[in-house]
């Protein structure tokens, strides 16, 4: 499967999720996820991210492990759905690419 990485909170470029195949992107108020259960590993979308925050599943860096358990938790998150068209990024993404620990930022 893919992951969605920490870069992509308040960010949410969305450029990936209009390329999936499958629709298995999951929208909450300011990152996404990838259903790991219904991802087909196309890898369509990895190279779609301005700011790289898309990886394989055995390439998430070690200190992105989290993510991996994150992106399922969340895909199965009640108010967390299916995001399948592309829409404007998040008006504050430029202060916030690139920023460390933004995990504290994320809304559910
Ligand atoms: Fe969708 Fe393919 Fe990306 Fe998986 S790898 S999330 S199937 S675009
Ligand atoms: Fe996030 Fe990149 Fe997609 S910032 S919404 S993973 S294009």
Same mark, same amino acid.
């Given at each position: 499967t893919f992951v969605v990485l920490e870069d992509c909170i308040q960010c949410k470029h969305t450029d990936c999720v209009a390329v999936c195949p499958v629709d298995c992107f999951y929208e909450g108020p300011n990152f996404l996820v990838i259903d790991p259960d219904e991802c087909i590993d196309c890898a369509l979308c990895e190279p779609e991210c301005p700011i790289d925050? +898309?990886?394989?599943?055995?390439?998430?860096?070690?200190?992105q492990q989290h993510m991996i358990v994150l992106n399922a938790?969340?895909?199965?998150?009640?108010?967390?759905?299916? +995001?399948?068209?592309?829409?404007?990024?998040m008006p504050d993404n430029a202060e916030w690419a690139g920023v460390e620990g933004k995990l504290k930022k994320l809304d559910r």
């Open positions: 925050a +898309i990886a394989a599943e055995d390439e998430v860096p070690a200190d938790k969340l895909a199965a998150h009640p108010n967390w759905t299916v +995001i399948t068209e592309k829409k404007d990024a």
